[in-house]
């Protein structure tokens, strides 16, 4: 449930879980981006999967790889990042809304 406080909103975990919409999740993700290469790497999946509070993150962040890396680059771009969504609920502990 998104709490509206003046002009911002904040996702607030619900069931064990933080909710937002997918281009919140987006956006989220990209904060881990360092390098600014507009990419993720398992190293930045894995920052953003400890972040979420998630256990087990270097093997979490190596399955997100698998699902979302569809050409085998090692990177999840911006045209892949769609394909990271279930994973993102099921793994990383969040309840998206499209």
Do not use: H
């Not at 064990?16 to 881990?32: I, P, R, S, Y």
């Amino acid at each position: 449930m998104a709490i509206r406080g003046g002009d911002t909103a904040r996702s607030v975990p619900s069931g064990g879980k933080n909710q937002m919409t997918v281009d919140e999740f987006k956006n989220w993700l990209m904060k881990f981006d360092v390098d600014k290469d507009g990419r993720i790497s398992r190293k930045e999946l894995r920052r953003a999967v400890r972040s979420s509070g998630g256990l087990f993150s270097g093997w979490k962040s190596g399955r997100g790889m698998v699902e979302a890396d569809a050409d085998g680059s090692g990177f999840i771009d911006e045209q892949e990042i769609d394909c990271l969504l279930d994973f993102a609920e099921t793994s990383m502990g969040f309840k998206l809304y499209y």
